[in-house]
């Protein structure tokens, strides 16, 4: 009996992609028990978990791994299972995109089981003497048809009926002022309207430019911070300078006092003040720095997991740069690893219901160049501007012509996936030097 389990068609993993699909986002619960049911899960652990979630929905219609565990204990599993098994869903490999990938999956194990099962009743029908063979027969095709029932399960997607009455029902709740559009504020009113609004969860943000024209500043200081300001969290993967640096730099953008004048003797009490007012904003807002440790996809990934998981939402990740990551293993060429990462990237926003914004450097050619780049000259691979839904590139006027004002700036639009492009230009946008920020023209006092 060991032996045929060990055989049976199974997979772990897959039933733990489904499990950490659901811890990370409870209310695909609502659909996804309508597909599966606890023979669905072959590992006891797994299916331990899987009736602990069904109980815990049915009663909170929601969970978190708190409730999780109560309901675990209320059950008289949790003995079975443990903390170790809970923390190393959050540290799978898949995506929430991917989830009825593998509920189908399931599905077609279980239904292979279901069958083989169905091939020994049918085994023990065949030599039962006290039936007749219509009798046999007659048991015989009810066992086939009950298989056929539970294997019944949808791959074809969506109608697009039920697709459309979703997204007018939507559109009418926003309209009658009972939702809110699901926009995020990129902290620059100009760039919202030229947007339709701000920013939509899902997307993935390209930001490239050369160096010193505020390609870090306006990811960070500018869209990290604005969306952390909404009060939405913002985990930034810093593999470009440590977390105190990044963290001096928003202090100065609150602030006001430069960064270069942090570590130098000599400020006075108001600017002291200032900077204290400044870093208590920072450190009260929903920002986490994570550093070189996590230069991969699959560690971007765990930590925009984890943090969402511990925070219930995730408003924005910011990726500083693209080109400093790599994957986990050697095959193919940079080109074809820049285009992995780069699609992880997107399909992590469309997995957490988040803005990425990927910080991408330039190719050697367009450092030489006199002119503003496009995105089209991200370092490494096209794909990288493929992927994105908005291509954004900072221009500082002052650094290529003597003549401009230093406040004076341009952010080019090479790309919007969603609609007409919009340059923004110093009528639109400022460059505020001392705080290190792109602001609306006019959001400040030039002295």
Partial sequence: MLMDRLFLPQSSSVEREVLACL????????????????????????RFIWEGMTV?????????????????????????????ALASLLDRCGSIAHLDTYVDRLLEMSGRRSMWHASKELGSIAIDGELSPDEAITEAEALVGRLRMEGEYQTEGDDAGDVVSDYMTTIHAIQRGEKQPPRISTGLYPLD?????????????????????????????????AVAQQGRPALIISLEMPADQLVGRLI???????????????????????MTHGAQKVSAAPIRVVGHQAATIDAVRHAARSFKAQKGDLGIVVVDYIQLMRSEGKNGSRTEELERISRGLKELAMELDCVVVSISQPTMAAKRATGRPTIRDSKGSGAI????????????????????????????????RHGPRRNLYPSDIEWDGSRTRFITTGASFRG
């Fill in 252 to 274: 100065a953008a609150e602030s006001g006092i430069p960064v270069q004048l942090h570590d130098q003797k000599g400020l006075n009490e108001d600017q002291l003040v200032a």
């Fill in 193 to 225: 309207k030229a947007l339709g609004g701000g920013f939509r969860p899902g997307w993935l943000v390209l930001v490239m430019s050369l160096n010193g024209h505020g390609k870090t500043a306006l990811a960070v200081n500018g869209f990290a911070w």
């Fill in 23 to 46: 811890l990370l986002d409870p209310a695909l619960m609502a659909s996804v028990r309508s597909r599966l049911t606890h023979e669905s899960f072959h590992n006891d652990i797994n």
């Fill in 385 to 416: 501007d493929d992927d994105a839904d908005l291509g954004l590139v900072p221009w500082l006027l002052h650094n290529v012509d003597e003549n401009a004002k230093p406040w004076e700036a341009e952010i080019g639009m090479d790309k919007f």
């Fill in 56 to 84: 815990a929905f049915e009663r909170h219609q929601a969970f978190d791994e708190v409730i999780l565990r109560e309901t675990l204990v209320d059950l008289g599993t949790w003995g079975r299972i443990g903390t170790q």
